[in-house]
């Protein structure tokens, strides 16, 4: 399903309950939703009487019931963050960009920490109903869909995409790790046993694999590229 978010795009509805939103055609200057989306598509909302609110991402279908727009996720609302249970009236409907997932780069990303989940996601930071690992690790795709501290001794299948836990970031290779203490500028850093970073390269063996993780670019920043197990 494709996120599409369109301008002026505004309808009413008078859906009562917490339940999907029937839309009720779009107002006055302002386009419909299905001039926008197509069955299956997200889009971000929000849905306000004037009184009570409630921010989210909806998913849009059209059946016998009509056009409807379906409360995938609440991000805010006047309901303490769950969705409002609507009284009977009418009240407007419209896309529009939620706060969390706004980026401000004016304190160099600092606008990343906290929960910001939706804009880690968007930057492909954060993978998407994935979590897991410790924070200042390397962490590995379990076989449960979860990250998990990586190790030298896993496996090189268990290797292939790991990623760099820094706060609620999940960092891809390739990534400039920035915040870090203790390192050593050019030095060239490995993967320990309980998933973090060390200068010293363990032996190989038959089960212990060394593995480049990247390059210390000074003492606070890792350029993060891991490189292919070595064994024998």
């Known amino acids: 399903m494709a996120l599409k978010m369109r301008d002026r795009v505004k309808e009413t509805t008078t859906t009562v309950g917490t339940g999907a939103y029937t839309l009720g055609g779009a107002a006055t200057g302002f386009r419909a939703f299905s001039a926008v989306l197509t069955n299956g598509n997200t889009c971000y909302y929000v849905c306000t009487d004037g009184v009570n609110w409630e921010t989210g991402l909806g998913t849009y279908t059209y059946s016998i019931n009509g056009h409807q727009l379906a ?21 407007d409907i419209f896309q529009s960009y939620p706060a969390e997932g706004l980026l401000f780069t004016a304190n160099n990303l600092s606008e990343l ?63 400039v790790i920035t915040g870090l203490s203790g390192l050593t500028a050019g030095a060239v850093y490995y993967l320990s046993t309980s998933g973090a970073i060390t200068t010293v390269a363990p032996t190989p063996s038959g089960s212990l694999r060394r593995v480049v993780i990247g390059k ?3 003492t606070t920043a890792l350029l993060f590229w891991p490189g292919t197990p070595i064994t024998g």
């Open 71 to 91: 409360r995938t996720s609440i991000y805010a609302s006047s309901n303490s963050g769950s969705a409002v249970n609507w009284s009977a009236g009418t009240r």
């Open 113 to 175: 920490s906290g929960t910001r989940t939706l804009v880690l996601a968007n930057l492909g930071l954060l993978p998407g109903s994935q979590s897991g690992g410790a924070n200042g690790q390397v962490v590995r795709l379990s076989s449960a869909n979860a990250w998990v501290a990586a190790s030298r001794t896993d496996t090189v299948d268990q290797l292939v995409g790991l990623m760099f836990r820094q706060g609620d970031a999940y960092w891809p290779p390739g990534s």
């Open 216 to 218: 210390a670019i000074s």
